[in-house]
């Protein structure tokens, strides 16, 4: 089988398993000023959580720099990079100044940077994507062609119950914000090309969780039976996740497998607890 590395930043949400076989470049979080995380296996995330709690201000995250993508690009011949949307960080363009720096010292590396248009359990699912092509022995430009592929078609829907920081962070507009604070709304959001958008608004949570099964029922309607991998993100909400996961594997005749993972330090801050993520 050939050498090849996968390497994502922190963004992308894992299960234990896949923390041990990947590179992760962590992102850094910040609460008023001088409260600081570094999103990685050490993470304590009920800390987090309780100074997302105390705190007066939105947090500050700051994405790996180039020279942190870099050390883990040197240890591989062949790497294969994922990370968050580059229009919710600057992760992308710090792993491609790296990939720019690790190719000038070594030439006969091969490295590739994808921008996942996703993050959290999206990113974990390009991963997933590419260890399959990796396994089956694909080539180095083989998988480029068909991760570039299978981004363009994945699909990331999630409820949240706040959009405060990511208002507050310019990810979602403030007037998505508003009609999220209104009583008992709930947007049921996606991402598009990157961005984050709001595809509906419906009332109450039970019912955002329930549209987004029926989402990925349409959305999988025409695909084949058991030939689709899917992947739920919750923060501190097993109940929730496991519920939802149940009713797609009984309504989504395609999705054969659904893999539970619980947020990263970056996709806790911004979905909050509560917070559901899915892709496929």
């Not at 010292?105 to 940077?113: G, L, S």
Request: glycine share 4%; with cysteine.
């Amino acid at each position: 089988m050939m050498k090849f590395n996968i390497i994502a930043d922190s963004g992308c949400d894992l299960t234990p398993k896949i923390r041990e076989e990947i590179d992760i470049a962590p992102l850094k979080i910040t609460f008023d000023g001088d409260k600081n995380f570094v999103d990685d296996e050490h993470l304590d995330r009920d800390k987090l959580i309780a100074s997302m709690k105390k705190s007066l201000e939105s947090p500050n995250t700051a994405c790996p720099s180039p020279n942190d993508f870099a050390d883990l690009m040197k240890k591989h011949d062949k790497s294969f990079i994922v990370t968050i949307s580059s229009r919710l960080s600057g992760s992308f363009n710090a792993a491609r100044i790296a990939r720019d720096m690790t190719l000038e010292e070594n030439a006969n590396k091969e490295i590739h940077v994808f921008d996942s248009k996703s993050a959290s359990a999206g990113e974990l699912r390009i991963v997933l994507f590419i260890k399959e092509l990796i396994e089956k022995e694909y080539s180095f430009d083989e998988v480029i062609a068909k991760t570039t592929s299978f981004i363009d078609s994945m699909r990331t829907l999630f409820v949240l119950e706040s959009l405060d920081n990511l208002v507050k962070k310019g990810r979602v507009s403030k007037a998505v914000g508003i009609v999220a604070s209104v009583l008992s709304v709930r947007p049921v959001m996606c991402a598009d090309d990157g961005e984050i958008k709001m595809l509906e608004k419906v009332r109450g949570t039970k019912k955002a969780m329930s549209r987004i099964v029926e989402h990925v029922r349409n959305y999988t309607s025409e695909a084949a039976t058991n030939s689709m991998e899917l992947v739920i993100s919750h923060c501190n909400c097993l109940e929730r996740a496991e519920s939802i996961k149940n009713d797609i594997l009984e309504k989504c005749k395609a999705i054969k497998n659904v893999i539970l993972v619980q947020t990263n330090g970056l996709s806790t801050v911004y979905a909050n607890v509560g917070g559901i993520v899915v892709a496929f």
